[in-house]
T-cell receptor, first 115, second 113 residues
Framework: NAGVMQNPRHLVRRRGQEARLRCSPM?????VYWYRQLPEEGLKFMVY????????ESGMPKERFSAEFPKEGPSILRIQQVVRGDSAAYFC?????????????FGEGSWLTVV | TQLLEQSPQFLSIQEGENLTVYCNSS?????LQWYRQEPGEGPVLLVT?????EVKKLKRLTFQFGDARKDSSLHITAAQPGDTGLYLC?????????????FGAGTRLFVKA
C-alpha cells in the first residue's frame, strides 16, 4: 500500500550546490505535482507533470529550477546553484488525473536547508 | 488568477467548543478538498467534495460545498486537542491536459485542553 514516496526527507546543501529531490507517485498514478511550503505558510504550486510531459510550470521560477517525470523512474525536482531563499519544504503529490473529483495525495515532503 | 481565501487564518479555542473554517473563491472548481497537516508531515486528505451543495460528515467534522462550487466550509463539533493542526482547502480546476490544484493559505487551529 505504497503512497507517494519522497526522498530524501532532509537535505542540506551549501550555497551554489545542486539539490535533487525525488518523488515516486502512488501506484497507478500518472500525474505528479510539486509544491513548495515556507514555514508558517500554505502550499504554493510549482509544476504539474505527466509522464514525459510538463503540463503546467507556471509556479516554477524561470531560472535554476527544473522538473522532469521520465517514462521510467521517479519525478525529479532539480534546483541548481541553491541560495538561502530556496530553503523550504518541497512536497510532491500525485493523482490518477480522473475527470471526476481530481484528488491529489501527498508525500511526506523533502526539507531542504541551504547553509 | 484563481485564488482561494481561507478564514480565519488562526484559531485558538478550548476543548469542547465548535468552530467553522471558511474557504472562498470567485472561481468555480470541479472539486474541492480539505487536508490536515501536522508539523514535519505532508498534508493528509480529509475529504473531497464534488457536487454543488454536497455535505459530507467525517465523525465530528462536517464539510459543505457551496451550491455554485465556489466556496466550502469545514465545521468541527466539540473540538479536541487532537484536532490541532493546519487545515488546508484546495480547489481543482481544469488545466491543459488535466487538473491543477491550488491551495488556500490555511487555517492554523489550536485546541487547548
Amino acid at each position: 500500500n505504497a503512497g507517494v514516496m519522497q526522498n530524501p526527507r532532509h537535505l542540506v546543501r551549501r550555497r551554489g550546490q545542486e539539490a535533487r529531490l525525488r518523488c515516486s507517485p502512488m501506484k497507478g498514478h500518472s500525474h505528479v505535482y510539486w509544491y513548495r511550503q515556507l514555514p508558517e505558510e500554505g502550499l504554493k504550486f510549482m509544476v504539474y507533470l505527466q509522464k514525459e510531459n510538463i503540463i503546467d510550470e507556471s509556479g516554477m521560477p524561470k531560472e535554476r529550477f527544473s522538473a522532469e517525470f521520465p517514462k521510467e523512474g521517479p519525478s525529479i525536482l532539480r534546483i541548481q546553484q541553491v541560495v538561502r531563499g530556496d530553503s523550504a519544504a518541497y512536497f510532491c503529490a500525485s493523482s490518477s488525473g480522473g475527470i471526476s473529483g481530481n484528488t491529489i495525495y501527498f508525500g511526506e515532503g523533502s526539507w531542504l536547508t541551504v547553509v | 488568477t484563481q485564488l482561494l481565501e481561507q478564514s480565519p487564518q488562526f484559531l485558538s479555542i478550548q476543548e469542547g467548543e465548535n468552530l467553522t473554517v471558511y474557504c472562498n473563491s470567485s472561481s468555480v472548481f470541479s472539486s474541492l478538498q480539505w487536508y490536515r497537516q501536522e508539523p514535519g508531515e505532508g498534508p493528509v486528505l480529509l475529504v473531497t467534495v464534488v457536487t454543488g451543495g454536497e455535505v459530507k460528515k467525517l465523525k465530528r467534522l462536517t464539510f459543505q460545498f457551496g451550491d455554485a462550487r465556489k466556496d466550502s466550509s469545514l465545521h468541527i463539533t466539540a473540538a479536541q486537542p487532537g484536532d490541532t493542526g493546519l487545515y488546508l482547502c484546495a480547489g481543482a480546476a481544469a488545466s491543459a491536459g488535466g487538473f491543477k490544484t491550488i491551495f488556500g493559505a490555511g487555517t492554523r487551529l489550536f485546541v487547548k485542553a
